[in-house]
T-cell receptor, first 116, second 113 residues
Framework: DGGITQSPKYLFRKEGQNVTLSCEQN?????MYWYRQDPGQGLRLIYY???????QKGDIAEGYSVSREKKESFPLTVTSAQKNPTAFYLC???????????????FGEGSWLTVV | AQSVAQPEDQVNVAEGNPLTVKCTYS??????LFWYVQYPNRGLQFLLK??????LVKGSYGFEAEFNKSQTSFHLKKPSALVSDSALYFC???????????FGTGTRLQVFP
């Protein structure tokens, strides 16, 4: 099946640890995104990447890092510098140049990160 | 500032009745508008979008939305609600010539049998 796969679904992090959330897509989409979802706050953009080996900060990039070494993969690392990382994380992707095309952005099933 | 507002945290409707979930936006340039639905512990599913053309847009699962430029609104509607429509609904806007999608805070739709 084609789609966007996020793993793991549930992840627990101890204080001071870095953790990495995986996002893989086999849709041949060009751009990929990471969003954070907190109750009552909608979705907030963390990072996005339009092409391989290039990415831009979103609105809440502090404490997070990403890489885009392959077109189909866009992992997100939540570092110990992120003071309140407990949230639902959503990966998304879109075909082509999203800005002017109006193409639809599609989402993965999300990953829950909890600090213990 | 660019923003999307969903003024209602929750909308309650009886099964079989029409439903409306409201969305207003404030952006520069021509807006691209989207509606997504989210079920518990799931990702967002695309419902419909307005890019250009007819102001009434039809989407998945019988939903439709009307783009109103003068009122800067993009309300989601369905003529007859189903219990299975109960979910969290998000309105989003992408400003022309950017790659960012701005989301509203979401509206929880509860359809009662």
């Amino acid at each position: 099946d084609g789609g966007i796969t996020q793993s793991p679904k549930y992840l627990f992090r101890k204080e001071g640890q870095n953790v990495t959330l995986s996002c893989e897509q086999n849709l041949n989409h060009d751009a990929m995104y990471w969003y954070r979802q907190d109750p009552g706050q909608g979705l907030r953009l963390i990072y996005y990447s339009q092409i391989v080996n290039d990415f831009q900060k979103g609105d809440i990039a502090e404490g997070y890092s990403v890489s885009r070494e392959k077109k189909e993969s866009f992992p997100l690392t939540v570092t110990s510098a992120q003071k309140n990382p407990t949230a639902f994380y959503l990966c998304a992707s879109v075909r082509g140049a999203a800005a002017s095309s109006g193409n639809t952005i599609y989402f993965g099933e999300g990953s829950w990160l909890t600090v213990v | 500032a660019q923003s999307v507002a969903q003024p209602e945290d929750q909308v309650n409707v009886a099964e079989g009745n029409p439903l409306t979930v409201k969305c207003t936006y404030s952006v520069s340039g021509n807006p691209y508008l989207f509606w997504y639905v989210q079920y518990p512990n799931r990702g967002l599913q695309f419902l419909l979008k307005y890019i250009t053309g007819d102001n009434l847009v039809k989407g998945s699962y019988g939903f439709e939305a009307e783009f109103n430029k003068s009122q800067t609104s993009f309300h989601l509607k369905k003529p007859s609600a189903l219990v299975s429509d109960s979910a969290l609904y998000f309105c989003a806007v992408r400003v022309y010539n950017t790659d960012k999608l701005i989301f509203g805070t979401g509206t929880r739709l509860q359809v009662f049998p």
